[in-house]
């Protein structure tokens, strides 16, 4: 008898481990929406004025090449070291150009079409040409940020806070 007491507690306690089992519990990724997760390469920045020239808020557009990528646990990573320059016309006609390098580290989180990223101001390597001319003392940084965003299996488009910035990317 004590056999058949033991057959059916095991019984037993394999059922339940195995209703354990079939629970399943979905946590979303730390970044919160996965479609942004990935490798991405910048087709084009567009800014409308973050960028200046002796002091005249400037638009500026181009940098691609410009690489992304962003992880599930929500570590951002761009680099400018194959970035094309940002390009625009000063009043005077003469053309701006803007060439950006270095990295930026930042935490991202993107959630419901909006994103906010958390880390430090990095001030970026940074030289200008006016006319084709070096502009001296010119820099550049970025500041972590937030905003909207829209992305599909290929695409990823981040606006800034107040449609400033636009920066469209696809699948690298």
């Avoid at 930042?106 to 990223?117: D, L, P, Q, V």
Wanted: proline share 5%; net charge negative; with cysteine.
């Amino acid at each position: 008898m004590p056999f058949r007491l033991f057959a059916v507690a095991t019984v037993l306690v394999v059922i339940a481990g195995a209703c354990s089992f079939g629970k399943q519990t979905s946590n979303p990724p730390a970044i919160g929406d996965s479609c942004v997760v990935g490798s991405w390469v910048l087709t084009e920045e567009m800014n409308e004025s973050g960028y200046t020239y002796a002091g005249v808020p400037l638009a500026v557009s181009g940098m691609a090449g410009a690489t992304l990528a962003i992880t599930s646990s929500g570590d951002e990573k761009q680099s400018f070291e194959k970035s094309q320059p940002l390009v625009g016309t000063l009043p005077s006609g003469l053309e701006l150009r803007i060439t950006i390098r270095g990295s930026i580290d930042y935490k991202i989180h993107a959630s419901a079409g909006k994103y906010t990223e958390t880390g430090t101001v990095v001030q970026l390597p940074t030289t200008a040409t006016a006319g084709g001319a070096p502009v001296t003392n010119y820099h550049s940084s970025y500041s972590p940020g937030s905003g909207t965003y829209s992305c599909s299996s290929g695409n990823l488009t981040l606006t800034t806070s107040g449609g400033n910035q636009v920066d469209t990317w696809s699948k690298g």
